[in-house]
Structures are given as structure tokens and as C-alpha cells.
């Protein structure tokens, strides 16, 4: 009987050999498989997993910081008993000391796909019943828009995601799909929670075949795939806003915007027109103004304006452009450009934010809220925009705005995460490794010795997900996979339930956080509850046992031809949008009432903190766009992005000219820098980025020398900026960033040690 493994990158068919090793194939089902998730077995077997539960030497002297920073310190190998009770022990001492608010658990990531074993889950659940925590709000995929979408079109972002125009539809009825940021179908590989079948390849193919022409507005040529035929306009980063006003503008001049639309579904236009008009003590938006901004031609601009509305049109959005500087602003300006023509509602037009940069955007299938591991209530209100971690370690009881709101810092004593890797996706390294000292514990439960690991105090080591048994059962994914345990923990680790439950033993609520249930009794309480939900939504899910000897279970297709806003286009009296007009807000008089400077009453042109259109010392735009070998960090340690490497280093996108005047060869190994740190990368030289911008992929394992200062794998976020979108949303900005780049000296070039100490003493 075949074993099958989910994860966020897809589905496995895990072969179980004679000798006991395993192995694992693509699922017969999914047409578009991702080969980097074949090194998950490689990645769970090697010498970098952490073999038993460890602690920081300088902090188990003093139980609190120490002279040695963390991050530089060596770590004693331990029982599970004893660092079961220091942990617990410090968990107590704190919450009696300083109160549970300076607990901070926010511990964003994604962790590994499976609905039980879910980190987030275990994690909150049990300090929930230990009297809460500080917590996170929002994702660093697309916090901008978590927070302006409610104000704006009145739907959460899970629900505006839920409703896009299914791939069907617009297959069937696009003319033209303008991306901007485009759709880079490297992306579309992962869902959150659990992939089954990959649809956004054959989504594309089916558009091109319906005769949709595309059209890629992107600083980088292959972010459309090259497939699709798209005609490329290169825009510098983060102008995507000012390009748009010039349409807007141009389409009010013309009077080619669609008037009716925008009388009877919007509020708010005359305010916004006169700001594009420039009649608000600004320039005017026109192609000129825009042309200087953006570096498009004039004669570009126009044209592309005449294409909107003359064809049914869907205005793309990638998730990309609103992680930069006042990212609020150019998602808010596609829905009002999508507005200006008018096809809001309609099969082939309208607009779209992440096509592409998850598998499931476009799908159609019912959703079904499937149950989830119970979290219990958090006693505790204090929390952070997620990424505001490094403000909140510098600044306890400093207030921040956020949202209209003013709120506080919590001042926290003890940092517990599992299941993320802010040394992967937090900004400005260098400055959250000396703001992370200042907590008096660090707790984390990882699977490899990553910097995460590495810059913790006590470690408790992670099962990878072929070590337990789960569900993958995604609200986002119609396929529900039985995820069969295929392989005994590696050496000591233990999945995250048992720990957090070796914990709870010790502080006294260990009933209360199992409930008296072993794992798989867990799992099949969570599908008998789903399969309660699902019948509400007509569905009829198997029982149990004979779902899990099937290992498959898949969700009706429903709504095949699913259309954003249909029923709001139809009868907006009957289906009024949620914002405060029921219509959607081109102007918005709650963001006006915050008052702020930084986001005003309609989509507005910032100035980014960073750009190329005001270069001070660092003449080049850095993108760190998600990988393509790799989810994030995870499987890093992997063979495909191992193999993608040039000379241990993240290979770094330059364009040929910005290579030559600075005599950088192909496979050079070369500096990024600028005044928040240095990196180093392995350059390769292309065409398919524009002058003046570089590529470094988000993702390689964090590896400082900390005697030289400079990182040495190529991870950039030592490079990028640590600030708000703006104080409405609060989200992180790592698309705006200035560096310098040069071919590296020999004083310069280290060893990339990252993968290396797994076999120093230091960590076995
Ligand atoms: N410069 C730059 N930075 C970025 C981005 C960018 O575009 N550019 N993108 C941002 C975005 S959109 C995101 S979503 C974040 C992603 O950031 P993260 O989600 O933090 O990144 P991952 O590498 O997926 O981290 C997951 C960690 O959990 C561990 N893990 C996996 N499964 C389990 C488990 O079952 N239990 C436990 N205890 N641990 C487990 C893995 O080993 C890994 O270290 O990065 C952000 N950072
Ligand atoms: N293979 C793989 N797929 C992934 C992930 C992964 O780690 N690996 N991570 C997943 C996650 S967590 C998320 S949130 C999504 C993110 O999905 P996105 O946010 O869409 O992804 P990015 O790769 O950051 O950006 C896409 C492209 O936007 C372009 N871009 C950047 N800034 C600008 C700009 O200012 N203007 C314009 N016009 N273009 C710009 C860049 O050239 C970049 O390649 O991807 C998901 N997909
Ligand atoms: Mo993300």
C-alpha cells in the first residue's frame, strides 16, 4: 500500500524500499509537479537535523543573557527531562515575575502543511492555557492589503482571495491581462496548508488558448512565463502607482473611463480625479510626470491606456507590489483603475491580486472551513503588527499608530516560536540580531540547525512531517490527503504536540492541552468534526477508516465560472459591499478621519523611503522575490537549491551593463552592501533584469561572520529595510531597497560555514 506525503509545495507518493530507506515519486495526479520537494527525504535525514534538545551555554550559566551574544555562543547537549523543566521553569518564573503580556509567541511562519501538527496551532493552544500571550496579527505576504482591503471593498483578505474570477472564466472572456509585478508561475508551486494538484499552469494555457493576450509590467522580464507571449514594459520598482495615476489620468482627460460604473458602485471618484488632475496642490498625473517616475516612454504610457479600455480587461496585481514602501498604495490604485473600466463583476475583467503567486488563486471548488486543532481564547490583547518584531524588542511600552489606532509595545521578557524563521523573513538583520539579545529567553522548537536554532537559547529538536501521522486538509486545496508517518523520528526529536505536552505535564494542565488524545486520535476528532461541517455545504465525506485506508479524498468542483463582486454587479442595493457606503471607496473618509500623512483619503504617489529615482550612495534596486528552488528557507539544505548555488553562494541577478562597469564576470562571487550590512552572492549576469535593479532571492540559511561583518550565503534581508508600509498597515517593505554591488576581495570571501557545522562539534 502506497504512503502519500502534502506539502505546501505539493503531494508525494513516498516509496518504502526493502532496506527500510525511503524514497519519494511525483503523484500520478498532479500535472505540474515541483521537483525541489524531492529532497524533503534528503533534507530530513542530514546531518544538520537537530538530534536531541539542546541549551545555550552562557544561558544556562546565568538562566538570562549573557557576555556571549547569541547567535555567537556554543550549546550543551541535554535530556529531554532536563530541558523539559528548565523551559517550564522559565515559562513559570516569567509569567509570575513579569506577567504573561512579556511572553511574546506572535511566531509567524509557515511551518509544515498537515492540520494537526500545525505549529501555529499547537503553539497558541497551549499558551492559551497558560494564560496567553502577546501575539501577531497579520502575514508578511500581504499585510498592506490585510488592512486597506476592509476599508476599501469591505471583504477581509482570505475572502477577496476566495473570490477571484476563476481561471474558467476568464479563460472564456479575457481579452487582456495586464500583471503588474507579473505572474511568475514559479510562485503559483505552493499553497499554505497543502497543495494536491497544481491548475495554475494549465489556467494560463487555457486564457492563451480563450486568444487572452498578456501583458507583464515588472522590473524583471521572467516573471511571465515565457509561454505566455507577454509583451514586457520594464517599470522601476515601486512605482507601479504613479504609472497607474497616469492612466487614470489619461482616461479622465479622454473621457474614456466608464462613468456609470463609477456613479453607481463607487464613492469617492471626484476627490481622487481632482488629485490626479493636480488641482490638490500637487503635479498633475500626467504620462509625462509618470514617464520621469516609472523610466516607461510617454508613447508607451498612452498606448497602454487605449489598450484598457478598448478590451475586456483584468488589471493583475502581484502580492509583491504592496511588501514595499506606502504598499497600501498601488493595490488601492488597481482597484480604482479596475473601477475607471468598468468590468468589476464581469467573467473577464476586473481586477486580481496573487494570481499566481499561490496555486489556489482562481480555483473552484466549494470552500469548506475545515475544523482546526481548538486554540481556546488569548487572555491577553496586546499584540503586533507581525512585522514590527524588531521595534517592539527595542522600544517596550513605546506606542505605534496601526490601522487608526494607537497601540503600545509590550515589553517582553521571553520569545517562543515554533514553526518560523524570523532570520529568514524579518528585515534589516543586522539590526534584529542585536535587538533579539535583549529578551531574557529565547525558546524555539526547529527541525535543522538553521539560524534559527543558532540564535536561540533552548532548542527543542522538530520532527519534519514524514515523521507523524496527519491530515493535509486545506480550505485552500479541494484534494484532502491522508498524511501516513513514513519514517521513525529522526534521532531525539519529537513532533510540537508532544512537546508543547511534555510542557504542560509540567505546568499542570497537561489533560487540559491533550484532552486525553494520542495524535491519531486527534485526527480523526478533527475529520469527524469536518465531516459535520462539510455536510452543511452538501458535501458527504467518507467515514474515517475508510478515508484513511484510501489516503484521498477530493472536493467537488463547484462554481466553475466564478466571478469577484457578481451578485454586488447585479443588485448592489440587494448585495451592498461591507465598506461604510456599501460601495467600494475610491475615497475613504475612515482613512481620511486617521488623519495620517502617509496615507491619505484616496491612492495617492509616496515617494518610496528608497528608490531610483533619488539615488544617494547606493545606485541599484534590490528585489528579493520569493525562490524558485525553495519554500522560503525550507529545503534549503535540499539538492535543488544547493545545486542553484555558484560557489556555495545565492546566485544574484545582475543586467549586463551594471555588470560591466563594475568588471563582474559571470560566477564572480560578488559584495551586495550598503549602510545596514554586506552580503555576499554568486553573480549572474542577464538580460532579463532591467539596468539599474538586482535579484536576490529571499530564502538562503542566514550565515554571518560575525569577525568580519559580513553574511556570507547570500541571504537579503541583512540588506533590506526595516519599516512600515506606513502607520496603516504597518507591513514590511522588503522590495525597497538601495544597495551597491562589487566583485568581492580575497579579505572579503569566507567559507559559507552554514551548512559546514553540521559536522563540528558545536552542535552534536
Ligand atoms: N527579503 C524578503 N524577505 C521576505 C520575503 C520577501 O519577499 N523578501 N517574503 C516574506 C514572506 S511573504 C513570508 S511568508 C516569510 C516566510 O517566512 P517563514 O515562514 O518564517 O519562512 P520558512 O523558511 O518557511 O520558515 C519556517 C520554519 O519552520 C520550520 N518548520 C517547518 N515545519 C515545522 C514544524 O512542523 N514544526 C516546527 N517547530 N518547525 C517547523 C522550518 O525548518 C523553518 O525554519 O518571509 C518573508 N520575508
Ligand atoms: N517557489 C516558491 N513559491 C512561492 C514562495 C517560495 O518561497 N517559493 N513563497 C510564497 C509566498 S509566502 C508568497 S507571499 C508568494 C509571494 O508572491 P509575490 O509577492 O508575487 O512574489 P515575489 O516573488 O516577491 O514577487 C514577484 C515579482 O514581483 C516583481 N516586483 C517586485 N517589486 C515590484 C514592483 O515594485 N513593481 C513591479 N511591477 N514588480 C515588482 C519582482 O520582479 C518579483 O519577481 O509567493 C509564494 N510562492
Ligand atoms: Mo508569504
Not at 54 to 73: A, Q, S
Not at 134 to 159: C, F, K, M, N, R
Request: with cysteine; aromatic share 10%; hydrophobic share 35%.
Amino acid at each position: 500500500m502506497s504512503k502519500y506525503i502534502s506539502t505546501h509545495w505539493g503531494t508525494y507518493k513516498v516509496n518504502q524500499h526493502q532496506d527500510k530507506n525511503i524514497s519519494l515519486d511525483y503523484w500520478e495526479q498532479d500535472s505540474s509537479p515541483t521537483k525541489f520537494g524531492l529532497g524533503l527525504i534528503e533534507a530530513a535525514t542530514d546531518n544538520l537535523r537537530i538530534k536531541q534538545p539542546y541549551i545555550r551555554k552562557g544561558w544556562l550559566k546565568n538562566r538570562g543573557p549573557c557576555d556571549v551574544e547569541r547567535g555567537k555562543d556554543i550549546f550543551i547537549p541535554m535530556s529531554w527531562d532536563e530541558a523539559l523543566d528548565i523551559a517550564a521553569n522559565e515559562l513559570l518564573k516569567t509569567k509570575n515575575k513579569y506577567g504573561n503580556s512579556s511572553i511574546y509567541a506572535g511566531s509567524y511562519g509557515w511551518a509544515s502543511a498537515g492540520r494537526f501538527h500545525h505549529a501555529k496551532s499547537q503553539i497558541n493552544r497551549f499558551f492559551n492555557m497558560f494564560g496567553g500571550f502577546s501575539s501577531s496579527y497579520q502575514s508578511y505576504s500581504y499585510a498592506a492589503a490585510q488592512t486597506i482591503l476592509p476599508h476599501i471593498i469591505g471583504l477581509d483578505l482570505y475572502s477577496t482571495l476566495d473570490e477571484h474570477n476563476s481561471w474558467n472564466a476568464l479563460s472564456e472572456n479575457c481579452e487582456l491581462i495586464v500583471m503588474f509585478g507579473g505572474m511568475p508561475l514559479k510562485n503559483s508551486k505552493v499553497s499554505s496548508g497543502g497543495v494536491g494538484k497544481h491548475i495554475t499552469k494549465k489556467g494560463m494555457k487555457k486564457c492563451l488558448n480563450g486568444g487572452t493576450k498578456f501583458i507583464n509590467i515588472s522590473p524583471l522580464k521572467n516573471d511571465s512565463p515565457q509561454f505566455l507571449n507577454s509583451k514586457h514594459i520594464s517599470i522601476r520598482p515601486n512605482t507601479d502607482t504613479a504609472l497607474m495615476l497616469s492612466l487614470a489620468y489619461i482616461m479622465i482627460v479622454n473621457n474614456s473611463y466608464d462613468k456609470d460604473f463609477i456613479k453607481k458602485y463607487t464613492v469617492g471618484f471626484d476627490e481622487f480625479a481632482s488629485y490626479v488632475l493636480g488641482k490638490k496642490n500637487n503635479p498633475p498625473c500626467t504620462p509625462e510626470w509618470a514617464s520621469n517616475i516609472t523610466n516607461i516612454p510617454i508613447k508607451e504610457i498612452n498606448n497602454l491606456a487605449k489598450k484598457l479600455t478598448t478590451k475586456k480587461t483584468m488589471i493583475s496585481m502581484s502580492w509583491s507590489l504592496q511588501r514595499a514602501s506606502r504598499g497600501e498604495q498601488p493595490l488601492w490604485m488597481g482597484i480604482t483603475l479596475a473601477c475607471m473600466i468598468g468590468q468589476i463583476g464581469t467573467a473577464g475583467g476586473g481586477f486580481g491580486f496573487g494570481y499566481s503567486a499561490v496555486n489556489s488563486t482562481g480555483d473552484t471548488f466549494t470552500k469548506v472551513p475545515w475544523k482546526s486543532l481548538p486554540q481556546g481564547q488569548n487572555n491577553i490583547k496586546d499584540f503586533i503588527p507581525v512585522a514590527r518584531i524588531t521595534d517592539m524588542l527595542e522600544k517596550p511600552g513605546e506606542s505605534f499608530a496601526y490601522d487608526g489606532q494607537k497601540l503600545k509595545y509590550p515589553e517582553v521578557k521571553l520569545v517562543y516560536w515554533a514553526g518560523g524563521n524570523p532570520f529568514h523573513h524579518h528585515q534589516d538583520l543586522n539590526r534584529l540580531v542585536k535587538a533579539w539579545q535583549k529578551p531574557n529567553t529565547i525558546i524555539v522548537n526547529e527541525i535543522w540547525w538553521n539560524a534559527q536554532a543558532r540564535h536561540a537559547d533552548i532548542i527543542f529538536p522538530a520532527n519534519t512531517a514524514l515523521e507523524r501521522n496527519d491530515l493535509m486538509l486545506n480550505p485552500r486545496d479541494p484534494t484532502i490527503v491522508a498524511n501516513k508517518k513514513s519514517m521513525e523520528s529522526f534521532a531525539d526529536s519529537k513532533t510540537d504536540f508532544e512537546i508543547f505536552k511534555g510542557l504542560a505535564n509540567r505546568l499542570g494542565f497537561e489533560s487540559a492541552f491533550t484532552e486525553n488524545k494520542n495524535e491519531i486520535e486527534w485526527i480523526e476528532f478533527l475529520w469527524d468534526e469536518s465531516k459535520k461541517i462539510a455536510k452543511k455545504f452538501k458535501i458527504n465525506l467518507p467515514n474515517f477508516k475508510e478515508f484513511w485506508e484510501k489516503g484521498f479524498y477530493e472536493v467537488p468542483s463547484m462554481d466553475t465560472k466564478k466571478i469577484m463582486f457578481e451578485s454586488f454587479r447585479n443588485d448592489p442595493e440587494k448585495f451592498p459591499l461591507k465598506t461604510p457606503s456599501g460601495k467600494i471607496e475610491i475615497s475613504s473618509k475612515t482613512i481620511e478621519n486617521f488623519k495620517l500623512n502617509d496615507c491619505l483619503s484616496h491612492p495617492s504617489w509616496f515617494e518610496p523611503y528608497e528608490w531610483l529615482g533619488k539615488i544617494n550612495k547606493y545606485p541599484l534596486h534590490l528585489i528579493s522575490n520569493q525562490p524558485t528552488h525553495r519554500l522560503h528557507g525550507q529545503l534549503d539544505n535540499a539538492y535543488e537549491s544547493r545545486k542553484s548555488k555558484i560557489k556555495d553562494r545565492e546566485p544574484v541577478l545582475i543586467n549586463l551593463s551594471d555588470a560591466h562597469k563594475r568588471s563582474i564576470k559571470n560566477d564572480d562571487i560578488v559584495m551586495l552592501y550598503n549602510d545596514r550590512g554586506k552580503v555576499l552572492a554568486g553573480a549572474i549576469l542577464s538580460e532579463d533584469v532591467m539596468p539599474g535593479v538586482v535579484v536576490l532571492s529571499t530564502g538562503a540559511w542566514f550565515d554571518p561572520n560575525y569577525s568580519l561583518n559580513i553574511e556570507m550565503h547570500g541571504n537579503p534581508n541583512v540588506l533590506t529595510n526595516d519599516i512600515g508600509t506606513s502607520s496603516l498597515g504597518q507591513g514590511p517593505t522588503s522590495h525597497t531597497t538601495l544597495i551597491e554591488i562589487k566583485k568581492a576581495n580575497s579579505e572579503e570571501i569566507a567559507e559559507v560555514m552554514i551548512f559546514k557545522r553540521r559536522t563540528s562539534k558545536e552542535n552534536t
